[in-house]
C-alpha cells in the first residue's frame, strides 16, 4: 500500500487519513489472527468477536495516539490483548475450548493441539506468561513484536518466555 507522506520543515509527517488507512489494511490483513488472539484469551465466540469489535473501535478512536505508524500491526495487537484481558477481568469467566467453532473462522490456518494436557497447562498459565506464548508461537511474532504488542522490555519478554517455557514443561511432565 502506498501512503504519501506530507514534509513539514524537513520532517516527514503522515497524515491521519494515511494512518487511518494502514489501520484499515492492518485490520483487514490480520482479521483471521487478531479473532484467534482475542479467542485465544476468552474462548468464546461472542466475547472473542466483541473484543475484535471493541478494539477497532478503540484503535480508531485513539489513533491520535500512535507515535510510529510502521508499528501499527504490534499497537494494534497490544490493543486487541489490553481488550481481552479486560473483558476476562470483568467476566471472571473461562470457558472450554470450542476447536470446531474456532476452525470455521480460521480456515487454513489451524492451531491444533495435540495434547489435550498442553492446553489444559496454557489456560492454567498466569497471563503474562501465557500472552508472551501465544504470540510467540501462535501468532508467530517476533520477539521485538511480542515486546511492543505488551508493552515491554524485549529482555523481560525473553526472560517471560524461558520462564513460562519452563512452567510448561514441569506441568507437562507431571
Known amino acids: 500500500m502506498k501512503v504519501s507522506i506530507k514534509k513539514e520543515k524537513g ?22 489472527n487478531v479473532y484467534r488472539l482475542a479467542y485465544s484469551y476468552v474462548k468464546n465466540q461472542e466475547d472473542a468477536l466483541d473484543i475484535v469489535q471493541d478494539s477497532i473501535y478503540k ?6 495516539l500512535l ?13 486487541v490483548v489490553n481488550t481481552s484481558l479486560d473483558c476476562l477481568r470483568k467476566h471472571k469467566k473461562v470457558q472450554p475450548v470450542e476447536d470446531e467453532k474456532l476452525e470455521l473462522y480460521s480456515p487454513g490456518m489451524e492451531d491444533i493441539y495435540q495434547d ?44 517471560r518466555l ?13
Open 11 to 32: 520532517i516527514a509527517i503522515m497524515t491521519k487519513k494515511n494512518i487511518e488507512k494502514l489501520l484499515t489494511r492492518c485490520v483487514t490483513d490480520n482479521k483471521e
Open 59 to 64: 484503535a480508531f478512536t485513539s489513533i491520535g
Open 67 to 79: 507515535k510510529d505508524p510502521e508499528a501499527v500491526k504490534s499497537w494494534f495487537y497490544r490493543i
Open 116 to 159: 489435550i494436557d498442553l492446553e489444559r497447562t496454557l489456560d492454567d498459565l498466569p497471563d503474562k506468561y501465557r500472552s508472551v506464548i501465544v504470540l510467540r508461537y501462535f501468532e508467530d511474532l517476533k520477539i521485538e513484536e511480542v515486546a511492543n504488542v505488551l508493552g515491554e522490555n524485549v529482555n523481560t519478554i525473553k526472560t
Open 162 to 174: 524461558y520462564q513460562a517455557l519452563q512452567l510448561l514443561r514441569v506441568e507437562m511432565s507431571e
